[in-house]
């Protein structure tokens, strides 16, 4: 069974920085794609970021490119999100996901997902 526990969320400022990082556990992690998504309170859950089983490809979503960074070490089963130049619209509960198919590539979409962690909350302050 697949597990992905997140951790790193908290309460910043706005133009500070904070690291994701996503522990995955149960399936050869080197295999799968992974994505990071956010849902903010009485929104759809959305796509952030996005990685390739092998991390050689990335995709982010509009409102984070430039501004955030997904990577993976497949020596720690680990998937990280550095947030840098937050905003309040970036407040949220941030998710990992772990793609269904093996070597896949990243997906936009939370159905191409299998696997999902609990979540943590990123709130940003004007």
């Known amino acids: 069974q697949v597990q992905l526990i997140e951790s790193g969320g908290g309460l910043v400022q706005a133009g500070d920085s904070l690291r994701l990082s996503c522990a995955a556990s149960g399936r050869t992690f080197n295999n799968y794609a992974m994505g990071w998504f956010r849902q903010a309170p009485g929104k759809e859950r959305e796509f952030v970021a996005g990685i390739s089983w092998s991390g050689g490809g990335t995709n982010y979503a509009d409102s984070v490119k430039g501004r955030f960074t997904i990577s993976r070490d497949n020596a720690k089963n680990t998937v990280y999100l550095q947030m840098n130049s937050l905003k309040p619209d970036d407040t949220a509960v941030y998710y990992c996901?772990?793609?269904?198919?093996?070597?896949?590539?990243?997906?936009?979409?939370?159905?191409?997902?299998?696997?999902w962690g609990q979540g943590t909350q990123v709130t940003v302050s004007s």
């Open positions: 996901a772990q793609r269904t198919a093996r070597f896949g590539s990243w997906s936009r979409y939370p159905t191409d997902y299998a696997s």
